[in-house]
């Protein structure tokens, strides 16, 4: 017999064995079918110009690692290039690039707020948020789902306990599981009110919303109190994050992050492909119209077959509420053609499991068409 707690993995098989009855064990599988899961919105994961550049590069001798921090010898050309392209596409006072959407979050939220701060989080955030500011230095609260009357009340409520630090507001532009838009006009509006920062992730909304697909937060990156990540591995088809910010910012997070100084650079090559990217967007304004256009055309075929939908993006959750019949449905859907993932809690709220169709332009009207159908007769007899 092992001594107590070496080599004894019934604790994990226990867990995993409670996951699976509630219908929430999770597994990999690789891609097939037809896209209607991934956040590759432009279809430029596989664009020949992005490759085309990557080639380039490579030949030209561009390494593939960066071999250390930016702190140390990872600093490399490409970044800086790509950092300060960011920050004019942007316009923005400065960039910083950071090897993905997850690790800035948690990186600006576990830096930049300050013992005696407040973090107010938007009920549904993504995970990196919510750990970010677990990890962090700020006492934090949660505010209702795009509600800035909750906002004000909850910034309210603090200054009457004695908060005296300055408050940090917390939203996405375009919420990644339901596929709505935060309301940023207001939220910007209270910030200014009370002297409180603004971070914004606008993971789904760089590359398909704002002119040229520069994201919602556009008309106030210049803002001295704005802090924004735009997201490089979904529209954009590359991999990393870029948080714009102002240079005094940038600088802290550069002296204080932890996440920054004592990670391995971003690959050289990742800062080539995403200047790519943002040249595409510039020189290819008609993939962010197809796809507007597709996201209307869905919207208007769901509306005709009378299937319910809760959001007006390119991002379609159609709720089923029970984790298992929400897995079935996604599964059949898969045996059907259709590469379409059932979402479950805790990335969801409880009993709002779901199917979350992702529109890009690696599908085409027709092949909406068919989806829809597929999930009509799927669910018939559902209430609609």
Sequence with gaps: MNPAGIGNVDTYVRALRALKDDNRLRTLKRRAGVDFTSNDYLALASAPRMKNALLAALEAGIPIGAGGSRLLRGNCEEH?????????????????????????????LTTLPQRGDLLI????????????????????????????QSVEDTIRAWRSEGGMGRVWIVVESVYS????FAPLKDLVAIASRHEAFLMVDEAHATGVYGDQGRGLTAPYEKSENLVVIHTCGKALGAAGALVTASKAMRDFMINRSRPFIFATAPSPLMAVGIREALLILQQEPERQQRLADLVAFTHREMKARGLRCPSDSHIVPYIVGDNAQAMQL??????????????RPPTVPAGTARLRISLTLNVGEQDVRTMLDALMEQTMGWPR
């Design 330 to 343: 996604a599964s059949a859907m898969q045996e059907r053609g259709f590469d379409i993932r059932g979402i």
């Design 177 to 180: 599981m339901d596929g709505d």
């Design 121 to 148: 989080l938007d009920s549904l955030v993504h995970a990196s948020i919510h750990e970010g500011a677990r990890a962090g230095r700020a006492e934090f609260r949660i505010s209702g789902h795009n509600d800035p």
């Design 80 to 108: 800086e290039n790509l950092e300060a392209e960011a920050a004019r596409f942007f316009g923005a006072e400065t960039a910083l690039f950071f090897g993905g959407g997850y690790v800035a979050n948690f990186a600006i």
